[in-house]
C-alpha cells in the first residue's frame, strides 16, 4: 500500500513519521530508554484517558508535569490519543462501533509505527452481578448477550465468528499485581459485552450489584474513587514490567 491514512486517528503513513513519534523516549534522571509503545490502554471517556496518560507521565518519572500532554488525534474529533513514554492512553468512545474502528485503526498505526509485542488493556467501569461495588473485576473471557464467548461480524456477507478469549496469563498476572495493593479487592470474572451497554473489559470496576437494582446510588466522590483503582493496578503492572519502583502515592486524584 502506497500511504495508509488512519481517518480517524488524524494519521497516515505519508503525513507522519509514525517510527518516530512512537519511537523511544529516555526517562527523566536514567540512562534507560523506553523503545516505542510497549502498552496501549483504551478507554471509553477522552477526559478519564488524558488523567491516565498525565498518572502514568508521573508514574514513570518522564521530564515535566505531563499537564501539557499533546492530544496526537487533535485534528480530528472522534477519539483522543496521549503518550506517556511507553504507554499509549486512547479513548474509544461508547459502543461496540465506536471501539472497533478506533481498534482497527490502532492496530495499522502499531504495525506502521513497528511497535511489537505490545500489551492492549481496556480500563473503565461496569455494573457486576453479586459483585460488591468498587470491585476491580479483571476480565479472563468476553460473552455475548446470549453469555457465548464470541463477537459475530458480516464481513463481504460472510458471518465471521471470532474468539473472545483473553489472555490468561495476563489476567493471572494482573490479580497477582492486585494482592500488592490493599486498597481495593480484585477477581478474575467473565465480562459481558452487550449492544446497548458495551464494557468488554479487560480491567473494570464494578459501580453496582445489579442483582440488587439497576440505579447508580454511591456518592459521587465514591464513584470517583472507584474509577481510581483500575488505573492504579494498571500502572502498577506497568512499573513491574518496566522495572521501575513504585513512586511515593498512588492515587489520581483527590476526592477531597
Not at 129 to 138: A, E, N, R, S, Y
Request: proline share 4%; charged share 20%.
Amino acid at each position: 500500500m502506497e500511504e495508509d491514512i488512519l481517518h480517524h486517528l488524524d494519521l497516515g503513513t505519508k503525513t507522519h513519521n509514525l517510527p518516530a513519534v512512537f519511537g523511544d523516549i529516555k526517562l527523566r534522571n536514567t540512562n534507560t530508554f523506553m523503545f516505542y509503545i510497549q502498552f496501549v490502554c483504551v478507554g471509553g471517556s477522552p477526559n478519564r484517558m488524558r488523567a491516565f496518560a498525565q498518572f502514568m507521565h508521573k508514574q514513570l518519572g518522564l521530564a515535566g508535569n505531563g499537564e501539557d500532554l499533546a492530544d496526537i488525534c487533535a485534528g480530528m474529533d472522534r477519539y483522543t490519543m496521549y503518550r506517556a513514554g511507553p504507554v499509549l492512553s486512547i479513548s474509544h468512545g461508547m459502543g461496540i462501533p465506536s471501539i472497533s474502528v478506533m481498534l482497527h485503526e490502532l492496530i495499522k498505526l502499531l504495525h506502521h509505527a513497528k511497535c511489537r509485542d505490545v500489551t492492549i488493556i481496556r480500563i473503565g467501569t461496569s455494573g457486576g452481578l453479586g459483585i460488591k461495588p468498587g470491585t476491580v473485576v479483571i476480565t479472563d473471557t468476553a460473552v455475548d448477550s446470549s453469555f457465548k464467548p464470541r463477537f459475530e461480524q458480516v464481513v463481504l456477507d460472510d458471518v465471521v465468528v471470532q474468539s473472545t478469549e483473553l489472555d490468561k496469563d495476563l489476567a493471572k498476572e494482573l490479580l497477582a499485581c492486585s494482592k500488592e495493593i490493599s486498597d481495593f479487592p480484585a477477581l478474575i470474572s467473565h465480562t459481558m459485552c452487550a449492544y446497548d451497554f458495551y464494557e468488554a473489559a479487560v480491567v473494570c470496576v464494578a459501580l453496582l450489584d445489579r442483582l440488587e437494582g439497576d440505579q447508580i446510588r454511591a456518592p459521587h466522590e465514591v464513584l470517583w474513587e472507584y474509577q481510581q483503582w483500575p488505573q492504579c493496578l494498571i500502572a502498577a503492572f506497568i512499573r513491574k514490567h518496566l522495572r521501575l519502583c513504585s513512586p511515593a502515592g498512588n492515587k489520581l486524584f483527590s476526592t477531597n
